[in-house]
Nanobody
Framework: QVQLAESGGGLVQAGGSLRLSCAASGRTFGSSAMGWFRQAPGKERELVARLSWGPGSTYYADSVKGRFTISRDNAKNTVYLQMNSLKPEDTAVYYC??????????????????WGQGTQVTVSS
């Protein structure tokens, strides 16, 4: 059974930092594509960062570019999202996600098959 589990969320002041982790089990993700999403109350789920499969590129939403960094540790089968210079607008539930197809980079939210339960990030003014 494939499972993704996010951790590392919490309450921080504006300008602070958090490191989110997404621990995978049930399969080795290796170079699989991986995305970080967030969803605030009343808003659409938003892709904030993505790793393409294999030796591909990274993607960052304009709102987080230069502040967030997505990375992976294959030895631990874990993907990270380092978040610096946090703003109140970053407040949301953050989810990690991956497609079922290994050699594929999703182009829409519906192409992500595995999702974690989410971790709450709250940034105070």
């Amino acid at each position: 059974q494939v499972q993704l589990a996010e951790s590392g969320g919490g309450l921080v002041q504006a300008g602070g930092s958090l490191r989110l982790s997404c621990a995978a089990s049930g399969r080795t993700f290796g170079s699989s594509a991986m995305g970080w999403f967030r969803q605030a109350p009343g808003k659409e789920r938003e892709l904030v960062a993505r790793l393409s499969w294999g030796p591909g590129s990274t993607y960052y939403a304009d709102s987080v570019k230069g502040r967030f960094t997505i990375s992976r540790d294959n030895a631990k089968n874990t993907v990270y999202l380092q978040m610096n210079s946090l703003k109140p607008e970053d407040t949301a539930v953050y989810y990690c996600a991956a497609p079922q197809r290994y050699y594929y980079t999703p182009t829409s939210v519906r192409e992500y098959d595995y999702w974690g339960q989410g971790t709450q990030v709250t940034v105070s003014s």
